[in-house]
């Protein structure tokens, strides 16, 4: 055999090899494949679409919790009725409820069904859901007001073993669990529980990942998840925790029970933040957002690493440089006629939605999350067209709009 017809055969033998190990790999591959529209497994996005649920499903509070001294701020822990697993969820999204609340403890009588969103307050857990609900009082400045509707019906009236109607998890202001860049997680008030549930995630699932929170809040009782915080702060050493109180009590102690007096500002954080880049999760009350997410957009923060929710983001105001095209003030103001109402008002652009433009002038209209995510706000469109900044998580039917998410492109008739 000469040594060219040699070499030939084992070439010829090695590419066999290989044909007979790829045709292997194949097979098994494709043996493995999980049917079609079953998830692949390591894929949280897949997981979730495939278990997630559309409409209401039925949860039974198993534990009910007080986050903080006051008792202000409850806890809720929610087990499906069905036993199905439930999806995961991505830190920072929120759930909504359906609810049916009392009028008083002594009036049988019921109001209609309401629709309300609370943020999820842990990382995503197969067993259970939990939900961190502050009971609001009637204004300081307006105390015959009434206090808030959902809120208190929760705290009184919700107990173990009831069950509530509750939609799938949803949200666009969540963390970005792809990357591994540092954080800065500023939460006012009750808006520390999706703070919580990132805070958590990370702390699972990238333990490596530096986490810088700020925590703004009047003083020690209304302190929410102090231990834990305290627990998680000692014990990681990427956890950096700063606690602003803005009115201490006689017995709070600078350097035990907070770090600071008085508001989260950015002054603050330029003082504390190591320089470097960050990615920015805000969530508080309206008059904070307000200041400090502009005051990060100024200071030089990339707009697209600044992620807020302000108990309705529509709230914040961007300066005007950084806003949709549609949100920009319009030369010739629109006409928005409100048929239920009979009222019609010019659009000049002034409000940054639909919803804010419809209370501002005294329309009623039911809303819930504010941010596109539940369809409270859905309402028939007779006539004209709108816009979304950004596709909202709720897909509205046809014809119909969410105007808490929605600015008009042509003159408009609602069916509010």
């Not at 903080?68 to 036993?83: E, I, K, M, N, R």
């Not at 629109?334 to 209370?359: C, K, Y």
Request: net charge neutral.
């Amino acid at each position: 055999m000469t040594a060219t017809l040699l070499l030939a055969n084992i070439l010829a033998a090695m590419l066999l090899q290989l044909l007979v190990l790829a045709g292997v790999a194949m097979w098994r591959r494709a043996s493995s494949t999980p049917a079609t529209g079953s998830p692949v497994p390591g894929d949280p996005v897949a997981a979730t679409r495939s278990l997630a649920w559309s409409g209401t499903r039925d949860f039974r509070v198993v534990r009910r919790e007080y986050e903080d001294p006051a008792g202000s701020q409850c806890s809720f822990y929610l087990t499906p009725v069905d036993g199905a697993e439930l999806p995961p969820f991505k830190p920072g999204q929120f759930l909504t409820f359906q609810l049916q609340p009392t009028v008083a403890d002594d009036v049988p009588q019921r109001q209609r069904p309401i629709t309300r969103c609370y943020s999820l307050s842990d990382q995503p857990d197969p067993r259970h859901y939990r939900i961190t609900i502050k009971r609001v009082p009637p204004p300081a400045s307006q105390p015959g007001l009434p206090a808030g509707l959902s809120s208190n019906h929760c705290h009184d009236h919700v107990q173990v073993g009831d069950v509530l109607q509750v939609k799938a998890p949803s949200g666009h202001f969540h963390l970005d669990v792809a990357s591994l860049a540092p954080v800065v997680l500023v939460g006012g008030g009750i808006g520390i529980t999706p703070m919580m549930s990132m805070l958590r995630w990370c702390q699972a699932e990238q333990p490596g990942r530096t986490v810088h929170l700020f925590y703004g809040l009047r003083n020690s009782a209304e302190h929410a998840f102090k231990q834990t915080l305290e627990q998680l702060a000692s014990t990681h050493s990427q956890v950096h925790l700063n606690v602003v109180y803005s009115q201490p009590g006689p017995d709070d102690v600078l350097g035990r029970d907070y770090q600071h007096t008085g508001h989260i500002t950015v002054a603050l954080l330029r003082q504390q933040l190591p320089l470097g880049a960050y990615q920015f999760y805000v969530c508080g009350p309206a008059p904070m957002m307000e200041a400090l997410v502009p005051e990060l957009l100024a200071w030089g923060v990339p707009q697209q690493d600044v992620h807020f929710e302000a108990f309705g983001p529509a709230s914040v105001r961007l300066p005007v440089a950084s806003m949709p095209p549609a949100a920009i003030l319009t030369s010739t103001p629109l006409e928005v006629r409100f048929a239920r109402s009979g009222r019609t008002l010019p659009w000049d652009g002034q409000q940054s939605n639909l919803l804010d433009f419809a209370e501002r002038h005294g329309v009623a209209v039911d809303s819930g999350c504010r941010s596109g995510g539940c369809g409270s706000c859905e309402t028939r469109l007779r006539k004209g067209t709108v816009s979304y900044a950004s596709a909202p998580d709720h897909d509205p039917a046809p014809g119909h709009c969410l105007l808490c998410v929605a600015t008009p492109t042509s003159d408009l008739e609602l069916e509010a």
